[in-house]
Every structure is written in C-alpha cells, then in structure tokens.
Nanobody, 124 residues
Framework: QVQLVESGGGLVQAGGSLRLSCAAS????????MGWFRRAPGKEREFVGG????????LVGDSVKGRFTISRDNAKNTVYLQMNSLKPEDTAVYYC?????????????????WGQGTQVTVSS
C-alpha cells in the first residue's frame, strides 16, 4: 500500500500548461504502476493516462492524446502529469492512483490506492 498526495493544480487560461505531481510514500513505489484519472462535475471518473513501474511504457486517454504526457522519477517517489494546450473541458479534479498490476489499466477498479485529488480549472 502507498499513500498518494497530488499537487500542482490551479487556475490556468485555455492554451496554457500545468504540471501535476503525485508524491508517494513507502518503499515500494518503484513496483507500482501509476495512473491518472479525472472527474469533471457531473461526470464519471475518466482515465487520463498511466505509466508502468519501470517507466518504460505509458498510455494516455484519447481525449488528451498529444497534449498530456506522463513521467515518473522513482528516486523521488513521484509521478508527473504534464498538461499542455489546456482546454476548458479539461477542468476537473485530477487523481493519481497506484496498483501492483503489471499493466496500465483504464479502469478505476484496476487501482488499489488513490490520492485525494487536485483541482484543475481552465478558463476560456
């Protein structure tokens, strides 16, 4: 089990960028596949992207492909979500999640540990 804390959210204008961080506690971070999800008001939680434990493979959701990238620094127990060309429809609470599964899952049920979330608001 890992404890996750997201940071880096805020208010940004459309077309701008933000980088979210997710810091994990525990000594097993480099064994965990990590995911990013988001929940917009009135909508289900949506897969944004994920990265395998080694960092060798990343996967991003169709709605953010070409704009968002995921990376991790296992020495710092941190995973990042770089968000570029932000749009008002990217407004949501963003969550990071962790799992010991080998593969990145697009489903919330594929993750066992979750952070509290960080708000991202994109103004038009």
């Amino acid at each position: 089990q890992v404890q996750l804390v997201e940071s880096g959210g805020g208010l940004v204008q459309a077309g701008g960028s933000l980088r979210l961080s997710c810091a994990a506690s525990g000594r097993t971070f480099n064994s965990h596949t990590m995911g990013w999800f988001r929940r917009a008001p009135g909508k289900e939680r949506e897969f944004v992207g994920g990265i395998r434990a080694s960092g060798s493979t990343t996967l991003v959701g169709d709605s953010v492909k070409g704009r968002f990238t995921i990376s991790r620094d296992n020495a710092k127990n941190t995973v990042y979500l770089q968000m570029n060309s932000l749009k008002p429809e990217d407004t949501a609470v963003y969550y990071c999640a962790a799992t010991l599964n080998f593969y990145v899952s697009r489903q919330t049920t594929g993750y066992t540990d979750w952070g509290q979330g960080t708000q991202v608001t994109v103004s038009s």
